[in-house]
């Protein structure tokens, strides 16, 4: 099974800084899907970004940027501008072109302060 | 577009128990999703239905967990007998398909089930 790995449990950041969160990964797949999911307390899990390996450009969504490196096997998500509504857990998951498993990682707590 | 629903939002039962959950995901799509999530975890998955098929239920304990979709649409996911280490949230999701650009799972609120 492929292995997701976030290595940072816990994360703060000032609001309007810039915070990066890690992501690897194991796979000895070529073609496969990442997504950064957003989990705020007692509330429901909403996709955040996604990017396809097969794309060399990073994906963005506003404030919020990738930087993926295939060879690397790394995966970080970049919020800029940090918000206090951006503190949740983040997890990172990894999907095969197949569609079967999506695969989580255990999650970064981010901390927006004041 | 509404969401995906499930119910209950919480349950608390004794170890021995039986519990069911209930999902109803988005209209249209085809596959569903059934998740566990321990705590201080990511979510696990549990089984994958493609319309009312299984997909994958390799890490579905069949000992004591069983889903079922009916009609490829609404789905239950039942526990007989609990443990204590089932304690978790589960959570349901959908997706339009499995492949390429539809393979976005959008998920519920979840059930957080709490067994003593």
């Known amino acids: 099974a492929q292995t997701v790995t976030q290595s940072q449990p816990e994360m703060s950041v000032q609001e309007a800084e810039t915070v990066t969160l890690s992501c690897t990964y194991d796979?000895?797949?070529?073609?496969?899907?990442l997504f950064w999911y957003k989990q705020p307390p007692s509330r429901q899990m909403i996709l955040v970004i996604r990017q396809e390996a097969y794309k060399q450009q990073n994906a963005t969504e506003n404030r919020f940027s990738v930087n993926f490196q295939k060879a690397a096997k790394s995966f970080s998500l970049k919020i800029s501008d940090s918000q206090l509504g951006d503190a949740a857990m983040y997890f990172c998951?990894?999907?095969?072109?197949?569609?079967?498993?999506?695969?989580f990682g255990k999650g970064t707590s981010l901390l927006v302060t004041p | 577009e509404a969401g995906v629903a499930q119910s209950p939002r919480y349950k608390i039962i004794e170890k021995r128990q039986s519990v069911a959950f209930w999902c109803n995901p988005i209209s249209g799509h085809a596959t569903l999703y059934w998740y566990q999530q321990i705590l201080g975890q990511g979510p696990k998955l549990l089984i994958q239905f493609q319309n009312n098929g299984v997909v994958d239920d390799s890490q579905l304990p069949k000992d004591r967990f069983s889903a079922e979709r009916l009609k490829g649409v609404d789905s239950t996911l039942k526990i007989q007998p609990a443990k204590l280490e089932d304690s978790a949230v589960y959570l349901c999701?959908?997706?339009?398909?499995?492949?390429?650009?539809?393979?976005?799972?959008?998920f519920g609120p979840g059930t957080r089930l709490t067994v003593l």
């Open positions: 998951a990894y999907l095969e072109n197949s569609g079967y498993a999506l695969n």
């Open positions: 796979t000895s797949e070529s073609d496969y899907y």
């Open positions: 999701a959908s997706s339009l398909d499995v492949t390429g650009a539809y393979n976005e799972q959008f």
